[in-house]
Structures are given as C-alpha cells and as structure tokens.
C-alpha cells in the first residue's frame, strides 16, 4: 500500500472521529447511566451510540469489524481490512468524569496495523497516524520530546 491510499484511509478516519465527537456533545461525562456488560464492565449509551456511528462511517464492502461493543463477526478474519475500533475508549473515566477517555480507531491491513487515530473530546486533542505519513496531533506534526528523564 501507498501513503497515498494510506490517506485516504485516514481522511475517514478524521471524518470519522470528527463526527463521534459531535455525537459525544449530548452526553456529560460524569452525568450518565451506566450498565454493565460480560466481565462487569461499564457500558453506556454513549459507548453505543459511537459504536453505532462508527460501524455506518468506516467499513464499506468486504471489510471486516471489531469493536469493543458489537458481537465479535469471525467473517472478519478472512478479510483483508479491518476496522479496529473502540467507541469509547475509558468508559469507567466517562462515567466518573475524569477527562481520560477517547474514542479509538484503527486499520488493520492484511494483518498488519497502517493506519489509526484517536481523539479525546475532553481535552480536545486529536492524534492521527498512518504509514509512510507521520503522526499529528491536532494537525500538526507531532515530534518526540527532548526530556531524557521524567521528572519535570
């Protein structure tokens, strides 16, 4: 695959978190039902609603899913791109309205990771990546950080 097929595939992705974003809005973190799921895990209407959301945005013909909140399609395994998702990534810190939550996507070709992005509506940061085409945070170029230790 190009970086030029690698940004189209991220231009949905963008697209894509972009409008998990505006869906989030009707939501308060801190404010919402919650109900569990298998393993005692959190789940709320938000979890869903981007799940929803996101399962009609990215897949298009013959390409697989997997998703946090959808029954697992094992259909997936034998095809070539799949979208890896989670909807909302940090539920338990949605809930409590701790602002460490995202909503996650990423894509898998042939097996192999070549594209992903997550954005964090709370702290309004964007990062996106893809093969071949670097990494931004909120559109500019992320770089590593000159700290050799973490203190400071």
Request: with cysteine; aromatic share 4%; glycine share 12%.
């Amino acid at each position: 695959m190009t970086a030029a097929a690698h940004a189209a595939d991220l231009q949905r992705i963008e697209e894509a978190l972009e409008r998990a974003q505006a869906a989030l809005r009707r939501f308060t973190p801190g404010e919402i039902e919650t109900r569990r799921k298998s393993g005692d895990d959190p789940v709320t209407e938000a979890d869903t609603t981007v799940d929803t959301l996101l399962r009609e945005l990215l897949p298009r013909d013959g390409e697989g899913w997997l998703s946090e909140e959808t029954e697992d399609d094992l259909r997936r395994v034998g095809r070539r791109r799949v979208w890896v998702v989670d909807p909302l990534d940090g539920t338990r810190e949605f809930v409590s309205g701790i602002p460490e939550w995202c909503v996650s996507i990423g894509l898998v070709i042939d097996g192999e990771p070549v594209a992903g992005g997550i954005c964090n509506p709370a702290t309004g940061e964007t990062i996106l990546g893809a093969r071949g085409l670097g990494v931004t945070l909120n559109g500019r170029p992320a770089r590593l950080s000159e700290r050799r230790t973490l203190t400071g």
